[in-house]
């Protein structure tokens, strides 16, 4: 039977590694980045929309302030003309004339004063919004030093690993690093396992007793495989 002992330490760095890729491809603090900037998305939308409804608001406010001084002026011009004009019903137009004006300009304040508030509202949301806008670009910030330093350690890691792969390789025949490498292409679970008590550490399945007592008789040269799942076992 050949020792198998090199290859499993060889599996186990080899292990890691994938663990650590898939840690470093699944990363919580790539999701909060995620999140964060999703979140920022939605303050930047809603102040733009904020923004377009005040300018509107202002807008009207300023239509508004110009007919009302059109009002006004009419009202001087006709008030004027009351001055000058004997004929009673030619007064009498005038006078209504007058009333319609200061109706209209009247309802335009209303309005304009109503409109002060809804622009007064959307100032404020646009106040708020920028305090949100700031905050988050902090929470980014942060989110995006803590998903450097993560990636930092997966990195770091990777390095130790590589440098324990290479040590563990040099214990290796390259006739062994081939089998282990055709066995390891064929599957996503450990290609190179041991024991605990008759459990397999690849497919985690019982061996017989049977099994097992053959296993240990095999002869010398032969490399052990698990009857379940074909891996190389260490017995
Ligand atoms: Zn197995």
């Known amino acids: 039977m050949t020792s198998l002992k090199p290859l499993l330490e060889l599996q186990r760095v080899d292990t ?32 733009v929309s904020v923004k377009a409804q005040l300018k509107v608001a ?8 110009i007919d009302n001084k059109k009002c006004e002026a009419s009202i001087a011009k006709y008030v004027q003309q009351l001055k000058t004009i004997i004929a009673p019903r030619e007064a009498e137009a005038l006078q209504h004339e007058i009333a319609m004006a200061t109706a209209v300009r ?28 700031v905050k ?14 993560a990636i930092e350690q997966c990195e770091k890691s990777k390095l130790e690993l590589t ?31 041991d024991l605990h008590g008759s459990t397999c550490q690849s497919c985690h399945l019982d061996l017989s007793t049977v099994e097992l007592a053959a296993l240990k008789k095999s002869p010398e040269g032969e490399v052990s495989e698990c009857p379940n799942c074909d891996c190389y076992l260490v017995v």
């Open 16 to 47: 890691a590694l994938l663990q650590l890729s898939h840690h470093l491809a699944t990363l919580a603090e790539r999701t909060n980045l995620t999140a964060a900037t999703t979140v920022l998305a939605g303050f930047n939308k809603e102040l």
């Open 58 to 65: 202002q807008h009207d406010i300023e239509s508004l302030e």
């Open 106 to 133: 009247s309802a335009n304040d209303d309005r304009e004063l109503a409109l002060l508030e809804v622009a007064e509202q959307f100032d404020r949301q646009q106040v708020e919004l920028n305090n949100q806008i």
């Open 136 to 149: 988050q670009n902090e929470v980014i910030e942060q989110a995006t030093r803590a998903l450097a330093l």
């Open 163 to 193: 440098a324990k792969r290479v040590a563990a390789s040099a214990a290796i025949t390259s006739e062994m690093m081939k089998l282990y490498d055709f066995k390891r292409n064929k599957r996503l679970t450990p290609a190179v396992a």
